[in-house]
């Protein structure tokens, strides 16, 4: 496929340019640039899924893409799906897994073997609604795989996957490879770059600045500068909205936690607390029970009142209301990032932090719109504040989202896969932020990820979800040194 000064229309009047451009079968490429760079709109101008204004491109590129947007796009469904009062028999709990891939190539031996290798056997009976978001991507990707395209787009393939995954992930992505298969990786860390890609691509303001061969790009003086502009020193925190917390009794406390569902046990038996001035980071595999303990602390799940839970020094029921309880935290997740479907602005979004909603129903006061503006701002984003959320990059969004947690500068700041999607200036950035509040004892911080190396300075704990060898899982506590 040949691409040559190849102008696509964006949205908001914006093109996306590729000046030359080749993919020979069997190649495996990487295109890697900033949030906002046009990744995802390379991703789809290489599926033929936006209008040529002017320039050669293929007229019909047998290319399939997997992107986050699809996946949200399956949740939006499923939702709507569920939100009727017209449901026959059996569709309450929306799509099973199974659902969503293709009938004849799960039932062939070499479907099955798919399935078993990406550990999606035991998920296909379970609603698509309830799978962690790595679990999630993993079922598309198999759904992408199943359909054996000639090339295969993959828009940040190691987003939400744990760290096994995403080494099997770039076994089966050599594997492919080896097999002939085409494949291209939209990316956002110079580091997840898989041995199998030989050519390398950097995009920069809709435009594809530089490809070539891997050695040849990275030695490049253009990805030597962007690699530099992380390690700067970013724009400090807008200043405090509240004095630091006093210490006192543990904000969070969980006795012999169990959250069961009908075939298994999400959580079984954790004892856990989070005392004053710890802060910790939570890890462990794709469907752990990870962010299942997190939707208990914000409120969020409902087999939290059946158990043996304290939040802010108040047992769970005790007659307290869910804003009770969200006013304290500010939140960033995944299952958060999905759940925005709310048609807004990037101004919107920001406020809604003082608020606790997803969406704005309420005048802003002065103050509030002061601070928000001084953190569209610092995130780059002054001149998009009225654009529809939306039509944002991934990781834009992301980075939006991260501002309405931080912005009432909560006593509890629970992040689950926060730096998800976002490129290393911007990973550096939102780390240093986070290292701030700690350091300014503004907040107490769960921090989740897949990439330990992501957490924040100042982290003091961490709280392990490990496999026991037979389905469950044990947990494992520890403080860690000064240096985290």
């Given at each position: ?11 908001s009047?914006h093109?996306?340019?590729?000046p030359?451009l080749?993919l020979?079968?069997?190649q495996?490429w990487a295109f890697?640039g900033?949030?906002g ?12 899924e936006?209008p040529l ?8 590129p047998?290319?399939l893409?997997?992107s986050?947007?699809?996946q949200?796009a ?5 939702w709507q ?6 449901l ?12 969503l ?5 799960v039932?062939?031996?070499?479907g099955?073997?798919l399935l078993?290798e990406?550990?999606l ?7 698509f609604r309830?799978?962690s978001?790595?679990e999630g991507r ?9 359909q054996?395209?000639r090339?295969l787009?993959?828009d ?5 996957l744990?760290?096994q ?6 076994e089966r992505?050599?594997?492919l ?5 085409g ?8 580091d997840?770059?898989?041995?199998c890609?030989?050519?390398l691509?950097?995009l920069g ?6 490809t070539?061969?891997r050695?040849?790009?990275?030695a490049?003086?253009a ?6 502009l992380?390690?700067?020193a970013p724009?400090?925190?807008?200043p ?18 169990t959250i069961?569902y009908?075939d298994?046990k ?9 005392a004053?001035?710890q802060?910790w980071?939570i ?6 029970g990870?962010?299942?303990l ?7 799940h409902p ?10 020094g108040?047992r ?5 209301s ?8 500010g ?6 990032h999905l759940?925005y479907?709310?048609?807004?602005t ?6 809604s932090?003082?608020y ?6 309420q ?9 928000t503006?001084q ?6 984003l ?7 959320f939306?039509s944002?990059s991934f990781?834009q969004?992301?980075?939006?989202l991260?501002a ?5 500068q909560?006593?509890l700041l ?13 990973r550096h950035?939102v ?10 004892g503004?907040?107490?911080?769960l921090?989740?990820?897949h ?10 704990h961490?709280?392990c979800f490990?496999?026991?060898g037979?389905?469950g899982?044990v947990?494992?506590?520890q403080?860690l040194s000064a240096k985290?």
């Amino acid at each position: 496929m040949h691409w040559s000064a190849a102008r696509f229309a964006l949205r908001s009047l914006h093109q996306l340019l590729i000046p030359q451009l080749t993919l020979v079968p069997g190649q495996c490429w990487a295109f890697v640039g900033a949030n906002g760079s046009g990744k995802t709109a390379l991703a789809q101008a290489l599926c033929g899924e936006l209008p040529l204004l002017a320039g050669e491109a293929p007229a019909a590129p047998e290319a399939l893409r997997l992107s986050f947007e699809q996946q949200q796009a399956l949740v939006d469904q499923d939702w709507q799906r569920r939100n009727t009062d017209m449901l026959a028999d059996g569709e309450e709990a929306g799509w099973l897994a199974g659902e969503l891939l293709p009938v004849a190539a799960v039932q062939t031996s070499q479907g099955q073997r798919l399935l078993a290798e990406l550990g999606l056997l035991p998920l296909l009976a379970r609603p698509f609604r309830v799978l962690s978001s790595g679990e999630g991507r993993k079922l598309l990707l198999a759904r992408a795989l199943l359909q054996a395209p000639r090339w295969l787009v993959l828009d940040e393939p190691f987003d939400g996957l744990d760290a096994q995954a995403r080494r099997e992930l770039t076994e089966r992505l050599q594997s492919l490879h080896r097999q002939g298969q085409g494949l291209v990786l939209i990316l956002n860390r110079f580091d997840e770059v898989p041995p199998c890609a030989s050519h390398l691509g950097l995009l920069g303001d809709n435009q594809l600045l530089l490809t070539g061969e891997r050695a040849e790009v990275m030695a490049s003086a253009a990805v030597q500068q962007w690699q530099a502009l992380a390690r700067q020193a970013p724009a400090p925190l807008p200043p405090p909205v509240q004095p630091p917390t006093e210490p006192g009794l543990p904000l969070v406390r969980v006795c012999q936690l169990t959250i069961a569902y009908e075939d298994r046990k999400v959580i079984d038996g954790l004892d856990w607390e989070l005392a004053p001035g710890q802060h910790w980071q939570i890890s462990g595999p794709n469907g752990a029970g990870k962010s299942t303990l997190l939707s208990v602390i914000t409120g969020d799940h409902p087999q939290g009142y059946c158990n043996q839970v304290t939040l802010f020094g108040r047992r769970r029921g005790s007659g307290e209301s869910i804003w009770d309880i969200k006013r304290h935290i500010g939140l960033v997740s995944p299952a958060l990032h999905l759940e925005y479907r709310v048609p807004t602005t990037p101004e919107a979004v920001i406020l809604s932090g003082f608020y606790d909603s997803i969406g704005l129903y309420q005048p802003p006061g002065d103050r509030e719109l002061a601070l928000t503006r001084q953190w569209l701002a610092r995130l780059g984003l002054a001149e998009q504040a009225r654009r529809p959320f939306h039509s944002l990059s991934f990781g834009q969004q992301r980075l939006l989202l991260i501002a309405r947690a931080l912005v009432k500068q909560p006593r509890l700041l629970i992040l689950d896969e926060p730096l998800q999607g976002l490129d290393a200036i911007n990973r550096h950035l939102v780390r240093h932020w986070v290292a701030d509040l700690m350091t300014r004892g503004l907040s107490q911080v769960l921090f989740v990820s897949h990439h330990i190396e992501d957490a924040p300075a100042g982290i003091t704990h961490r709280l392990c979800f490990e496999s026991d060898g037979q389905g469950g899982y044990v947990y494992r506590q520890q403080a860690l040194s000064a240096k985290g």
